[in-house]
């Protein structure tokens, strides 16, 4: 069982950065696909970011692409995101999740390829 908490979320105006954190809970991280997604008010979940399980890969949703950064450091069984340039169409609740992976070195953006979620952390982007 895997145990995702989000940090890092609040309130910003627009222009500005924040650096969003997902702890896992397992033994072996490293073995672990990551991801960031998130939700605005009445939109469906999308994908802001994935990392392979050995960080070689990325993959970015357009509307981040250049403004957001996605890394992981497996010595804190942490993935990070890096948002610079917010805007106000970036408010939402934004989840981590994880996937074992037993093969190859892939960045997942689908969210059903996700074994495990956390329970969100709020980014607010004021005008």
């Known amino acids: 069982q895997v145990q995702l908490v989000e940090s890092g979320g609040g309130l910003v105006q627009a222009g500005g950065s924040l650096r969003l954190s997902c702890a896992a809970s397992?033994?072996?991280?490293?073995?672990?696909?990551m991801g960031w997604f998130r939700q605005a008010p009445g939109k469906e979940r999308e994908s802001v970011a994935a990392i392979s399980w050995s960080g070689d890969s990325t993959s970015y949703a357009d509307s981040v692409k250049g403004r957001c950064t996605i890394s992981r450091d497996d010595t804190k069984n942490t993935v990070y995101l890096q948002m610079n340039s917010l805007k106000s169409e970036d408010t939402a609740v934004y989840y981590c999740?994880?996937?074992?992976?037993?093969?190859?070195?892939?960045?997942?953006?689908?969210?059903?390829?996700?074994?495990?979620w956390g329970q969100g952390t709020q980014v607010t982007v004021s005008t």
């Open positions: 999740a994880a996937k074992r992976v037993y093969s190859g070195s892939y960045s997942y953006i689908q969210a059903y390829e996700y074994n495990y």
């Open positions: 397992v033994r072996t991280f490293s073995v672990y696909a």
